[in-house]
């Protein structure tokens, strides 16, 4: 005779300490459940409400320039230390976590037109206007002493960025010519150059460290690789670009900032057409940087604001700006993937929150938990329109969205004319030209 009894684990519903919450069973099965769906979008639309009620992005402002600010120079070891350096000439540094300058020292005649840690963090570079390379120590110096550079390097030309490399002693810098240094020697070790007057912004590959690239005054991106003789390949632009920055993640990618208020990704292996563009900014775009995860970037505008994109949409996804902030000249995304610095013509240094809503400080794990839980129903419901609406609005500045309404208007206008010029023409004279196609003149090899 079989007897049936009931068997139960207590590893199930027994607590091993009292501290913790009793288990919950629950039958997932979705007859029990016909409300679930209903349920969940009001919890993803509340969610939503929620993360646009607590985006409050800006941190802090830090003061103490006299004059605007020009670069940043990211610490590659220690996140909480920031490089600034202004149109006058003065280099800060300083500590973020405090928010408080450590050093303040005049650098340069002139502007200071880059800053680049070595890769060890133990030294710094600035290049500036008057012809010079200067090397500082990335440590304060000692009571009583002065501030004094450890190598001053003069260059034959002048100089307009600089951009130091990842895994060895070796850094660029940009300017009539692109010119490969050594940190231990005074004269460059190759001179690379493509016919162009003016190269105005260089930068190394974080992961194919050999490759690097430049802007020039021509209107076009430059490929370098520092084991060859001669440039790689040249693409040319219907207008200039004033920023290069490579994707590291993606080690064939980089975007760039153009003066016709767009942004475009390119791929190096196909630099025909871009990969996508990046519209909204309303004027000339100074800079570009990507998140350290090399999924988002952020820009800067001379139309006063920032605009956070997504690395493969054509949309921002957010705007930050305030009502003091004049034209943004440099941006910076931290390496831990939470803060955004802006320097502008007034002066400050701006930190920002990269994620608008993220709360600060201690989170306990079941807060934690809440709050994978909202992101996962806001993502699950992204595409319903109520939720959609709600999670695209922004409040922009009004000389901006009276931009966007004119050049909306012209865009408009623009494609009605082309419209009716192939209405009235031989069919095929006025052939369809795609937008990403619109922006590239040619490409060199």
Partial sequence: MKVKMI?????????????????????????????????????????????RV?????????????????????HPKLLSTLATGAYD?????????????????????????????????????TVGDDKTIKVWN??????????????????????HGISHNRKDNSFATCGEV???????????????????????????????TNVLACCASDRSIILYDQREAQPLRKVVLTMKSNKLAWNPMEAFNFTVANEDCNLYSFDTRKLQTPL?????????????????????????????????????????????HTKRMQHVVCVAWSLDNRYIFSGSDEMNVRMWKANASEKLGVIRPRERTNFNYQEALKEK?????????????RQVPRHVMNAQRKMRMVKDKELVKEANVRKHSKKGKVPFVNEKQKHVLREDI
């Fill in 7 to 51: 068997s139960r684990n207590p590893d199930n519903y027994v607590r091993e300490t009292k501290l913790q919450h009793h288990k919950v069973p629950r039958n997932y099965d979705p007859a029990l459940h016909p409300m679930e769906g209903p349920r969940e979008y009001v919890r993803a639309l509340n969610a939503t409400k929620l993360d």
């Fill in 276 to 320: 996508k563009v990046h519209f909204d900014h309303v004027s000339a775009v100074t800079d570009v940087d990507y998140a350290p995860t090399g999924k988002e970037f952020v820009s800067a505008s001379y139309d006063k604001t920032m605009r956070i994109y997504h690395a493969h949409q054509s949309h921002s996804r957010d705007i930050y």
């Fill in 138 to 159: 990335a440590e304060a110096p000692d009571v009583g002493e002065e501030e004094e550079p450890v190598n001053t390097i003069l260059s034959r030309h002048i100089l």
């Fill in 89 to 125: 000439g003065e280099v800060r540094i300083w500590d973020l976590a405090n928010r408080i300058s450590l050093r303040s020292f005049v650098a340069h005649d002139g502007f200071v037109r880059g800053i680049a840690y070595a890769r060890n963090g133990q030294r710094f570079f």
């Fill in 54 to 74: 607590f985006a409050k992005p800006f941190v802090c402002n830090l003061s103490g320039h006299r004059d605007g600010v020009a670069c940043f120079g990211k």
């Fill in 178 to 208: 692109c010119a490969i240094w050594d940190e231990q020697h005074n004269d460059p070790i190759k001179t690379l150059k493509w016919g162009v007057d003016t190269l105005h912004t260089i930068s190394y590959n974080p992961v194919e």
């Fill in 381 to 393: 419901y992204a595409a319903h329109p109520q939720i959609k609406r709600i999670a695209r609005h």
